[in-house]
Antibody, heavy 120, light 106 residues
């Protein structure tokens, strides 16, 4: 069974930084692209960032470009999202998501999410 | 960027009703479309991919159709467990979600 478990969320002040982690199990992690998707409470889903299986391609939504960095460690089956210069509008539940192929493909598995709150 | 527009935003229906949700893309994307279901406080769950392929374990009352720019998700006979929010997701050019359709009890 595929499991994605996020951690690292919490309360951070505007302008601050936070690193989210996602531990994957039940899959050959290095075969799949991975993404971060966020959801403001009560609102819709917003895709944030993705990284290819081989770690050679990354993509970011315009809303986070230049502030967030996605990375992965295939040897540990871990996905990360380094978030800096955080703003109130970054407050959301952040989901780790597996895609169906090494790059591109649809989201076929979701973590349970971790809440990030940006507030003074 | 491909924009995805779902309609309606909210749908009121009764158990046993046939329900249809539409998703329109801002440009043609073949059949690179998935549908996800989300219940309150839970992570989304994949229902359908490649516009019409049912994910393993998903009940057959769910079906998807369409290609190009217009897609539909149909629930043939709404069950109590189906009251949730549904999102379309394009994966033709990176990824974009529709704004969601909440299916609520009439």
């Amino acid at each position: 069974e595929v499991q994605l478990v996020e951690s690292g969320g919490g309360l951070v002040q505007p302008g601050g930084s936070l690193r989210l982690s996602c531990a994957a199990s039940g899959i050959t992690f290095s075969n799949y692209a991975m993404s971060w998707v966020r959801q403001v409470p009560g609102k819709g889903l917003e895709w944030v960032s993705a990284i290819s299986a081989r770690n050679d391609s990354t993509y970011y939504a315009d809303s986070v470009k230049g502030r967030f960095t996605i990375s992965r460690d295939n040897s540990k089956s871990m996905l990360y999202l380094q978030m800096s210069s955080l703003r109130a509008e970054d407050t959301a539940v952040y989901y780790c998501a597996k895609t169906s192929s090494g790059w591109g493909g649809f989201t076929d598995c979701w973590g349970q999410g971790t809440l990030v709150t940006v507030s003074s | 960027d491909i924009q995805m527009t779902q309609s309606p935003s909210t749908l009121s229906a009764s158990v046993g009703d046939r329900v249809t949700i539409t998703c329109r893309a801002s440009q043609s994307m073949s059949t690179w479309l998935a549908w996800h279901q989300q219940k309150p406080g839970k992570a989304p769950k994949l229902l359908i991919y490649k516009a019409s392929t049912l994910e393993s374990g998903v009940p057959s009352r769910f079906s998807g159709s369409g290609s190009g720019t217009e897609f539909t998700l149909t629930i043939s006979s709404l069950q109590p467990d189906d009251f949730a929010t549904y999102y379309c997701q394009q994966y033709h050019s990176y990824w974009t979600f529709g704004q969601g359709t909440k299916v609520e009890i009439k």
